[in-house]
């Protein structure tokens, strides 16, 4: 064998090895891509499992202080009103207090009506979303003593949302009001409910301000009891499931400003019933 035939071989041999261990760099460079992707979607999943493993506990809480707030309600003043009427109309005279029977059972029927829609609004099915959300000030400036104002602007179309995405914006503006009572302190609050303005995108615009002390939302704990505040995050959540966008603005002493918007049109799936 010549010379010649011998460096052909060695060259042949050394482009061999080449391609082989270009395709071994390749392969790995490859399989450390799809490790990493895998890494960070096991993460990303993990970090979702655990918000959403949080956000169950906080609903399960939610249930059963709503539960317990009920009970106490029943018994402090429906069975009590009740309790009082029976012995009422046990008495001799019961004839003569019937006027006071009845007024003490029409009170009992407003508690009880005010408790339901507490609830489930009964017209929530009537997807009439500024109409419940009107209804809803309304009980709240109530119950509360804060001048609760709404504002909805004429001519303003909800009929394009379902009942299942109404219901979700309705839920997320009581847990703005919620919050509100427990927490901001404030002596007014506004509602302002309207559609696209300009050259904002086509959808319903929903915005809560009030004038209480505020807090901190990149922590989002509230400032006073350093307890987290899930009701953001079940509002968040709740936009999220019907396609819709929150934005929660606040600033410790300085109140807090909410706005939702839900595009007309969005496309949406749901993974869980609205409560």
């Known amino acids: 064998m010549d010379r010649t035939q011998e460096i052909a071989?060695?060259?042949?041999?050394i482009h061999d090895y080449t391609v082989f261990f270009i395709i071994i760099d390749v392969l790995f460079f490859a399989l450390l891509f799809f490790a990493?992707?895998?890494?960070?979607?096991?993460?990303k999943d993990k970090k979702n499992l655990h918000a959403s493993n949080e956000y169950i506990l906080y609903t399960i809480r939610g249930q059963e202080e709503e539960r317990?707030?009920?009970?106490?309600?029943?018994?402090?003043?429906?069975?009590?009103?009740?309790?009082?009427?029976?012995?009422?109309?046990?008495?001799e005279n019961a004839g003569e207090l019937l006027t006071q029977i009845?007024?003490?059972?029409?009170?009992?029927?407003?508690?009880v009506r005010a408790m339901s829609y507490n609830l489930a609004p009964p017209d929530i099915t009537q997807n009439d979303l500024a109409a419940n959300l009107m209804s809803l000030c309304s009980e709240t400036a109530e119950k509360s003593g804060i001048e609760f104002r709404f504002t909805l602007i004429d001519g303003t179309d909800t009929s394009f949302l379902t009942a299942d995405e109404g219901l979700n914006l309705y839920r997320i503006v009581q847990e703005a009001l919620t919050?509100?009572?427990?927490?901001?302190?404030?002596?007014?609050?506004t509602v302002m409910v309207r559609n696209e303005s300009g050259s904002e995108e086509k959808g319903l615009y929903i915005f809560i301000t009030d004038d209480g002390k505020g807090f901190d939302p990149k922590k989002n704990i509230h400032f006073e009891t350093g307890q987290k505040h899930f009701g953001?995050?079940?509002?968040?959540?709740?936009?999220a499931l019907i396609g819709a966008k929150i934005?929660?603005?606040?600033?410790?002493?300085?109140?807090?400003?909410?706005?939702?918007?839900?595009?007309?049109?969005?496309?949406?799936?749901t993974r869980w019933g609205g409560v």
């Open 9 to 13: 071989e060695l060259e042949s041999i």
């Open 36 to 43: 990493v992707v895998f890494i960070i979607k096991f993460l």
């Open 68 to 91: 317990s707030r009920i009970a106490r309600e029943l018994h402090d003043t429906v069975a009590q009103d009740l309790r009082y009427c029976k012995s009422l109309s046990e008495k």
């Open 102 to 111: 009845s007024s003490i059972l029409g009170s009992t029927i407003q508690q």
């Open 179 to 189: 919050n509100i009572l427990k927490h901001a302190e404030a002596s007014e609050a």
């Open 232 to 239: 953001l995050s079940g509002m968040e959540r709740r936009a």
């Open 247 to 269: 934005n929660i603005n606040s600033a410790i002493g300085d109140g807090t400003q909410i706005s939702i918007m839900k595009k007309n049109g969005t496309i949406h799936k």
